[in-house]
């Protein structure tokens, strides 16, 4: 089983809609939780990181749920620029830090 | 401020050639990344540095080895290249900084713009 584990995707939505990425995670020294889009063919960059209490950038909110062990992406008002791969990301204390990365999910945004 | 730079961009390789990837980072990060992104899964890491002189294994280290002998470089070699190492390589660089209960957390990655590696 990954250490981190995504939505299979993809998904296709109508520009407007809401679309929810669901993240889950394995290893309970898991210490802080990123959201990344990347576009294709090009480096993955950072949409927010998450914070315990949850937060909100513009039409985009994260939330982490560490008891369930779970991290979400709420991304509102979809626009047709929101298209591409969504990962969400972990860093694990071992020995120092290592940061995991899901497999992704692909978001297709139509008009 | 160039933040981190892969080289070289593309490369093709036969089988059992060798090659070194180089990753430079110019921020004084001192943890580094190795991940390959293969079709439908997504990043995959490769080994990692917690700082100068240190290597560990990731998830998917067979038929790679690392180096950091430089806080600012990370090299990932493949001593004998297997066609199963097609890849987009990526190098990432990150740091720790308090929060707010003065915990250490890790930082986002900092991402190159990969490596696309092809072995024939």
């Known amino acids: 089983r990954k250490e981190v584990e995504q939505d299979p995707g993809p998904f296709n939505v109508p520009e407007g809609a809401t679309v929810a990425f669901n993240c889950t995670y394995s290893n309970s020294a898991s210490q802080s939780f990123f959201w990344y889009r990347q576009d294709c063919r090009k480096e993955p960059k950072l949409l927010m990181s998450?914070?315990?209490s949850g937060n909100e950038d513009g039409r985009f909110t994260a939330q982490l749920n560490r008891a369930s062990q779970y991290i979400s992406l709420l991304i509102r008002d979809s626009k047709l620029s929101d298209s591409a791969t969504y990962l969400c990301?972990?860093?694990?204390?071992?020995?120092?830090?290592?940061?995991?990365f899901g497999a992704g999910t692909r978001l297709f945004v139509k008009a | 401020n160039a933040g981190v730079t892969q080289t070289p961009k593309f490369r093709v390789l036969k089988t059992g050639q060798s090659m070194t990837l180089l990753c430079a980072q110019d921020?004084?990060?001192?943890?580094m990344y190795w991940y390959r992104q293969d079709p439908g899964m997504g990043l995959r890491l490769i080994h990692y540095?917690?700082?100068?002189?240190?290597?560990a294994k990731g998830e998917v280290p067979d038929g790679y080895n690392v180096s950091r002998l430089k806080k600012q470089n990370f090299l990932l070699g493949l001593e004998s290249a297997a066609p199963s190492q097609t890849s987009v390589y990526f190098c990432?660089?990150?740091?720790?900084?308090?929060?707010?209960?003065?915990?250490?957390?890790?930082?986002?990655?900092?991402f190159g713009q990969g490596t696309r590696l092809t072995v024939v």
């Open positions: 921020m004084n990060h001192e943890y």
């Open positions: 990432a660089s990150s740091y720790l900084e308090a929060d707010d209960r003065s915990f250490m957390m890790n930082t986002e990655a900092f």
């Open positions: 998450v914070y315990s």
């Open positions: 540095s917690v700082g100068e002189g240190t290597t």
């Open positions: 990301a972990v860093s694990v204390r071992a020995g120092g830090f290592k940061t995991i």
